[in-house]
């Protein structure tokens, strides 16, 4: 069902409590720039370096081990992108930071989150992924006014796992999430801001485990206290991550006012329903996550493997797009002397046409940009 079959059911029925399987028509993502000559080297050198490591390190040793298929089909060609544009194109320092990552993703459990561990934290529905910006981000809602549980590291791992369901539902050629807070207050909550260490564990965590996954940040009623916290962790936010922050906005410049909640003054009438919400969400989340799995899987289990291959965009990964033509099989010799008798006006016009319809090899160069 899509997008607007489902709202249009939904407003038949009574208030959405569903997750939006898909971005309106015309909410596409942006076309990614093409690498220059020197950034294509340095993701080529990156990668490289990258197919060659074998294990992840770790103090720990319960978590140093072999590379796992998870870790490789991390490893993508956008991902690798992604810690290059995070470290300004410095190859050394982008190879260090995915070390660091991988290491963290395993000493954190980030694989091992689990929706009936993180669910006691979103039974209020204090972080919600629903509809899709103008651009094709997810809309990860935040609702600090829902609070309902005391300060422990299962919060934070909380944020962690929905970030992770964002990218397991994010359309093809979209990388970068739509984070919507409202700070309204509630009857049980009046102070909507979070802990300063809370606050700047999980700025590292967003900075340093997630680079380039922000794509805009939309904040409204916003209250005296929490502009004081904006100020106290101002200095802990990366400055190309301040300019995609937007204050008191109208969201519905960046969010097709049917996708977007009624509570963020959007058109769109949700209640959440965690009994109905939180599995239909895991239940689409690992549907997809299974899909890409079984592409990378299909594409030889690639390190630098396509996004768009594994999201559905594209056909072909990059092991099967640099594979040749396979080469016709050899004609018996009785058939060679045969058609050396043979006039050209016996020939059918039909057995020499070439299909100009079969899709050109794309060799990993030619790839689809970051």
């Known amino acids: ?28 993502p942006p076309e990614r720039p093409v690498l220059t000559e020197d950034q294509t080297k340095k993701y080529e050198w990156l990668l490289e370096q990258v197919r ?4 992840v390190a770790s103090k720990d040793a319960a978590v140093a081990g072999p590379l796992s298929d998870e870790d490789r089909m991390w490893l993508t060609r956008e991902c690798l992108l992604r810690y290059l544009r995070a470290t300004k ?13 991988l290491t963290w993703r395993r000493e954190y459990g980030v694989d091992g989150l689990t929706a009936e561990h993180i669910s ?7 972080q919600v992924l629903l509809g899709y910006d103008k651009q094709g981000r997810v809309c990860h809602y935040l609702n600090p006014g829902r609070q309902n549980t005391d300060p422990t590291p299962r919060q934070v791992q909380h944020l962690v796992y929905m970030v992770e369901r ?12 739509a984070l919507l807070i409202n700070f309204k207050t509630s009857k049980s909550r009046t102070n909507t801001a979070p802990g300063i260490s809370t606050g700047r564990e999980v700025l590292h ?19 005296w206290v929490v502009w004081g916290f904006f100020k106290l962790i101002t200095p802990f936010i990366d400055p190309h991550t301040r300019e995609k922050l937007k204050f008191n906005e109208d969201m519905n410049q960046y969010v097709p006012s049917e996708q977007l909640w009624t509570e963020f003054l959007g058109k769109l009438e949700f209640d959440y329903d965690h009994d109905v919400y939180w599995p239909a969400l895991t239940k689409m989340a690992a549907e997809r996550r299974a899909e890409r799995v079984a592409r990378w899987e299909a594409g030889g289990k690639q390190i630098g493997e396509l996004e768009d291959y594994l999201f559905g965009k594209v056909e072909q990964g990059i092991a ?8 016709p099989a050899a004609a018996p010799a009785e058939a060679v002397l045969e058609a050396a008798d043979t006039s050209v006006e016996d ?15 794309k060799t990993e160069g030619a790839a689809i940009a970051a």
């Open 347 to 361: 020939l059918k016009v039909a057995d020499l046409k070439v299909d100009d319809e079969a899709p050109a090899a």
């Open 1 to 28: 069902m899509g997008a607007d079959t489902q709202n249009t059911a939904a407003a038949a029925t009574g208030p959405l409590k569903l997750p939006i399987p898909f971005p309106t028509p015309d909410s596409i």
């Open 166 to 177: 964002v990218i397991d539902i994010m359309p093809a050629g979209q990388e970068t999430l």
């Open 89 to 101: 194109w410095h190859e050394k320092e982008a190879a260090k930071r995915l070390q660091d990552t």
């Open 52 to 55: 060659g490591w074998t294990t």
């Open 120 to 126: 006691p934290e979103n039974e209020t529905g204090k």
């Open 205 to 223: 965590i967003l900075q340093t485990h997630y680079p380039e996954r922000l794509g805009r940040a939309l904040i409204i009623n916003v209250p």
């Open 320 to 327: 099967q797009a640099a594979e040749p033509a396979a080469a």
